[in-house]
């Protein structure tokens, strides 16, 4: 664009030259030719732009203007930076669509414009609007198509493309490709496993694609519903999927190529064994307090026999402990269908985290713990927000595992630390260890032993933790070096109240003073499940927050600039797109913290979300208590000061008043916005086209040379030289950097 408009210039010898495009009734982009920077910097920076593009913006026709200041003043606007006298403007359309408009300005000979530039500028809008239009097409086929295969590639069903003719595979996403790797043999293309596979149906029918070319066999399948289909190889090697085969057809009718998807059923299967070993060892686990209870009645009532009463009692301490056990286990099992359906509640309260260590401590003893418990409480840690009996709960629960799996000789440590807004406690022992590959297991519902011995204790009190913790906010995991090397299991607990401690804290580069000033924060929220975001709503609503909703992703740009939410809550997976791809695609997320909700709770999952800038994440079904506190966890890590303090420069961010020394500084809205980022960012690089993000609000007319000009204002009214910089400093080529507060003393 900028090439052209400097064309239109030369061949009507106008001075001054600029290109409009528009979107809608919107600003997309503001080219300009002729101008200095500082004129540039002006024009975009005038007041009354936004009117005169509203004024110049829904041309009939080409206009030509004798006298440019009249006519701005005639429609009440400032003439201080008319670009001269005469000017002339026309729109540019294609096909009927306004797309811009083509305006020049201010001949260099001082002559008014002619019909003879009128019918150039015209022409020149014309060749404008066919590129304009055609570079949208472009880019919205390649968006659409991008958007095609990023859905395809990050579906958890497998996709092959086959060509019908030939029968060749044309493409596979990455779930496809997944499937078919655990066939390969090494060396082995998908191309080659494919000639030697053999397809069992469930109803007996067989086929080998040995015997069958690959093109006979889609002739023969061109459409397949939910059919549940064994492949093997020579090898004995199998694998059991739910296929679906669907024809894509020309427009004569022929079938041009065939599309498969694939759904894995091992981890049904999987899950159909853990299911039925869960409802073994709960059968199991129930059937042993009731033998013992029934034993004993059976022998109290025992015909021809009189106990005594030291007996009877004894009979009767039986009973009374293998209910307390049934109970118990009740109990868990209870709280194990809350936490799966997202119904597990919590009621926090700011705790001393030394008097839960202690009355965990205390309720390990009482109950018959013979092992020794070391606490280690540092002195000076904050309260945590907990529910105290849930807690209480969650530590006698990795007391008694650790009990399990240690010599009685061997001490128990119980020990807290401060991890930023977060207390961690950690229950660790020296006993039998856990192998590494059974370390992300530990916290499902059941988890065999090494040997495959039953262990509900562990099983569901694990599974209970994780549940409670996260309810809490927190997070829990379990490391241990290998077997007999002991275990240690650490959980988190957010700090209560504001996170810091005194009037003046580090966190950053600059120094950050805090008043603890809260006011209500929006919460944008993308889901495209409609009960999900009504649960989400009202919760966040119930807690004091102001929620925005949307299960369309395609709004997630507009809203972002819109309602400036403090927080963004992400379906990881969207229609059309996914949340990974959203935080990569799209900016101005990574200047926020981001949570993830997600119905998958793998690793894999979580490490990605996590890599691709996530704040945290949520997997459901969630209860309101752990949504709330993860969120109120995320905006305390957030939360922006009132103060930032670099060396002697000091910036109020709610009052807007900027210091250095005892020298008050007066800031325009850009120049201290520019200023604030940079000190909120001490000792970080921030790149041009972060600070024009985050500034400017990525607006199109905005450039590197807007960035520049401002960092020279900024520098000037700091008094600083910029080959010698205390304050910015330029990271050539990349952005500016401000200094973290002790280096800029």
């Known amino acids: 664009l900028k090439e052209t408009v400097d064309g239109a210039r030369e061949l009507t010898g106008a001075r001054y030259g600029a290109i409009v495009t528009i979107e809608g009734t919107s600003l997309r982009d503001f080219v300009t030719s002729g101008f200095t920077d500082e004129q540039d910097l002006a024009l975009r920076n005038w007041p009354d732009w936004p009117k005169l593009f509203e004024l110049l913006r829904d041309l009939d026709g080409s206009i030509r203007i004798p006298d440019l200041p009249r006519y701005l003043k005639a429609h009440g606007l400032s003439s201080d930076l008319a670009p001269g006298k005469h000017f002339q403007g026309t729109p540019m359309r294609h096909q009927d669509v306004h797309v811009g408009n083509f305006y020049l300005a201010e001949k260099t000979d001082g002559d008014p414009f002619t019909d003879a530039d009128e019918q150039m500028l015209e022409l020149f809008a014309v060749q404008t609007a066919a590129a304009v239009a055609h570079a949208r097409a472009f880019r919205e086929e390649r968006r659409a198509r991008a958007d095609l295969e990023a859905l395809i590639d990050t579906s958890p069903v497998g996709v092959v493309v086959f060509k019908a003719a030939t029968g060749a595979p044309l493409s596979f996403n990455r779930e496809a490709q997944r499937i078919g790797e655990k066939l390969l043999s090494p060396g082995q293309s998908m191309e080659q496993l494919l000639d030697i596979l053999t397809a069992r149906f469930a109803d007996g029918r067989e086929f080998s694609l040995a015997e069958s070319p690959m093109a006979a066999v889609l002739d023969e399948f061109q459409t397949l519903r939910a059919e549940e289909i064994e492949l093997s190889l020579p090898d004995g090697r199998r694998e059991t999927l739910l296929v679906n085969v669907t024809p894509i057809r020309a427009g004569d009718g022929s079938v041009v190529s065939v599309v498969a998807t694939l759904q894995d059923m091992e981890a049904l299967e999987e899950l159909e064994r853990m299911c039925a070993a869960f409802l073994s060892m709960v059968s199991h686990e129930l059937r042993a307090p009731l033998a013992a209870i029934t034993g004993v009645a059976a022998t109290a009532l025992r015909k021809g026999r009189l106990h005594g009463v030291a007996e009877t009692q004894q009979f009767f301490r039986i009973v009374e402990e293998q209910a307390f056990r049934m109970d118990t286990l009740i109990s868990d099992l209870l709280d194990v269908g809350r936490i799966e359906t997202g119904m597990l509640s919590v009621a926090p309260e700011p705790s001393d985290v030394a008097e839960l260590a202690e009355g965990a401590r205390a309720t390990f003893l009482s109950g018959g713990g013979r092992q020794d418990i070391v606490v280690k409480v540092p002195p000076d840690l904050p309260r945590v927000m907990a529910d105290r009996q849930r807690i209480l709960q969650v530590l006698a629960n990795l007391l008694g595992n650790a009990a ?19 207390v961690a406690i950690s229950v660790a022992d020296s006993g039998r260890g856990i192998a590494p590959e059974r370390l992300a297991q530990l916290f499902r519902k059941y988890t065999p032993g090494p040997d495959g011995e039953r262990d509900v204790g562990g099983g569901l009190g694990l599974a209970i933790c994780k549940g409670l913790v996260e309810a809490h906010g927190g997070r829990i995991q379990a490391e241990s070096t290998g077997p007999g090397r002991g275990a240690r299991f650490t959980f988190t607990l957010p700090i ?51 929620p925005v909703v949307t299960g369309d992703p395609g709004e997630l740009a507009n809203l972002l600039a819109k309602e400036k939410p403090a927080l963004v809550l992400l379906d990881l997976v969207l229609p059309k797109t996914d949340g990974i791809d959203l935080m990569r695609q799209m900016p101005a997320l990574s200047d926020l913290p981001v949570l993830f909700i997600s119905a998958y709770g793998q690793d894999e999952t979580v490490a990605r979300a996590l890599e691709a800038g996530a704040e945290d994440y949520i997997v459901k079904p969630f209860s309101p208590t752990e949504l709330v506190a993860r969120v109120r966890a995320a905006l305390r890590r957030h939360a922006e000061p009132e103060t930032l303090v670099v060396g002697k420069l000091a910036i109020e961010t709610h009052s807007r008043q900027v210091r250095l020394g005892e020298r008050a500084l007066e800031l325009t809205a850009t120049e201290f916005e520019l200023l604030r980022v940079l000190a909120l960012n001490a000792g970080r690089v921030l790149t041009y086209d972060t600070l024009l993000r985050r500034v400017w609000s990525g607006r199109k007319d905005a450039g590197r040379k807007v960035v520049r000009v401002y960092v020279r204002r900024l520098r000037k009214l700091l008094g600083e030289d910029a080959r010698r910089p205390r304050y910015i400093a330029t990271d050539r080529g990349v952005g500016y950097r401000m200094p973290r507060s002790e280096d800029a003393r």
């Open 496 to 546: 209560a109240g504001d996170l810091q401690d005194g009037p003046v804290a580090r966190h950053g580069g600059a120094r950050r003073a805090r008043t603890g000033i809260d006011r209500p924060k929006r919460i944008l929220v993308v889901d495209d499940d409609p009960q999900t975001l009504r649960m989400v709503r009202d919760a966040l609503g119930e807690a004091g927050y102001l």
């Open 404 to 422: 399990r799996h240690s010599p009685i000789s061997a001490p128990i440590r119980l020990e807290v630390t401060r991890e930023d807004a977060h």
